[in-house]
């Protein structure tokens, strides 16, 4: 498609802040209005808009696939997402161990550890630990908190939280990277640490190089919507 517009600029709306292209609004794929609800993130996706040359590139939208992700899916059935997200929240990867004694297995304990602890003293639960790969129920107390946690995000947060704690196979590091000030790095080096340690044992794949650092931009593409998507950002 070629560029259409000369201008793109954010602007405030009722209910928040919109992308105008030459004054008009922009909607989402879904036909609605794409109004997010701070300058930061409008300012952003206009960025996107304005970087375009003479033809437009549609996978360069990263951001504006996301707000229309959040608004056109999210946003009409919630509900539907977190119970998606609880799911992960009961196969969380950082439980699963190597078993005691293995160099793997020192390794989880040093990078998944502290995450795991700090979830539990920021949440008030208790996750259980498993040696292996047999699935092993969490506690009821610990993934009804869990839901209560997930009920007060907001739609734009937990489009974000959902690619997130997909990439990751963990609801713990997803929650931890919606966090202000969040090391976006740091979570997706404890997020791939297993396949990190096959690289290492193994050998390193170019195709599969490649894959780890489309996953990697990803994780951090969503850390930065989560952030910018924050009122008052």
């Not at 396949?195 to 050998?203: L, M, R, S, T």
């Not at 170019?206 to 951090?220: G, Q």
């Amino acid at each position: 498609m070629k560029r259409f517009y000369k201008d793109a600029k954010a602007a405030a709306v009722a209910g928040g802040w919109q992308v105008q292209l030459d004054g008009r609004g922009v909607k989402t794929a879904g036909g609605n209005q794409q109004v997010v609800p701070s300058e930061a993130l409008a300012a952003a996706l206009a960025a996107e808009w304005a970087a375009q040359e003479e033809t437009i590139v549609p996978a360069s939208f990263v951001l504006r696939d996301m707000a229309d992700y959040a608004i056109d899916v999210v946003a009409t059935d919630a509900a539907a997402v977190r119970t998606t997200l609880l799911g992960f929240a009961e196969t969380d990867t950082l439980c699963y161990r190597a078993d005691p004694g293995e160099a793997l297995y020192r390794r989880q304990l040093e990078r998944w550890e502290p995450l795991l602890a700090a979830a539990e003293a920021g949440y008030g639960v208790r996750f259980e630990r498993i040696s292996g790969v047999i699935h092993r129920a969490q506690p009821p107390e610990t993934l009804a908190r869990l839901a209560q946690r997930l009920e007060g995000v907001d739609p734009l947060a937990l489009a974000a939280l959902n690619t997130l704690t997909s990439l990751a196979a963990s609801l713990v590091i997803g929650l931890a990277a919606l966090e202000p000030g969040a090391d976006a790095g740091a979570l997706w080096i404890a997020a791939e640490l297993e396949e990190e340690w096959q690289a290492e044992q193994w050998g390193r794949d170019a195709e599969a190089e490649e894959r780890r650092a489309r996953r990697a931009a990803a994780f951090a593409n969503a850390v930065r919507f989560a952030a910018l998507a924050r009122p008052g950002a």
